[in-house]
């Protein structure tokens, strides 16, 4: 699935349409450069969850939890990961098999150990304010 996103405005629809797009799927991967706009969709991802706490990158550490609701989720950022041992040091399967929603920048970091199933989002920056966003699912 592919859409064109000219405007930080249109990301709001854009989120539901990716919800649709996974149905049941819980994990969800965000490809795409830096300052693509990873960060910036998820923290509309959450929004449309009904997260009230504020999201930004997990800058201090990998793993950021927010509440929705009664459920929990997981945000990822592997950017900073410089060995493989760091995602087991904080028990990566618990978070990925937990049934609850994970959001993973820099997938890329940690292609080892990502699940046999997840949905991918790749975000391409076409100008300043133009992105081009494709979905698709990941089976092994
Ligand atoms: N869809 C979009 N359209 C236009 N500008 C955007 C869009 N998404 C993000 N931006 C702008 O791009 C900048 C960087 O966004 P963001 O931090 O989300 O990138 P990122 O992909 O998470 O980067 P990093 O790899 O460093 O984590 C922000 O200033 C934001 O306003
Ligand atoms: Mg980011």
């Not at 929004?47 to 930004?56: F, N, P, Q, T, Y």
């Not at 800058?59 to 929990?72: C, K, L, P, Q, R």
């Not at 592997?78 to 920048?105: N, P, T, V």
Request: proline share 3%.
């Amino acid at each position: 699935m592919n859409l064109e996103v000219n405007s930080l405005t249109e990301l709001n629809s854009l989120a539901k349409a990716l919800f649709n797009f996974a149905g049941e799927d819980k994990v969800f991967i965000f490809e795409g450069e830096m300052g693509a706009g990873k960060t910036t969709f998820i923290k509309v991802l959450c929004e449309e969850l009904g997260v009230k706490d504020v999201v930004s990158s997990p800058t201090f550490s990998i793993v950021n939890e927010y509440a929705a609701g009664n459920s929990i989720i997981y945000h990822f950022d592997f950017y900073r990961i410089r060995d493989i041992r760091e995602a087991y040091d904080i028990g990566y399967e618990e978070y990925f098999y937990s049934g609850h929603i994970c959001l993973i920048e820099w997938p890329e970091r940690v292609e080892e150990i990502l699940p046999e199933h997840y949905v991918r989002v790749e975000i391409k920056v076409l100008s300043p304010d133009k992105r081009a966003f494709t979905f698709s699912k990941n089976y092994l």
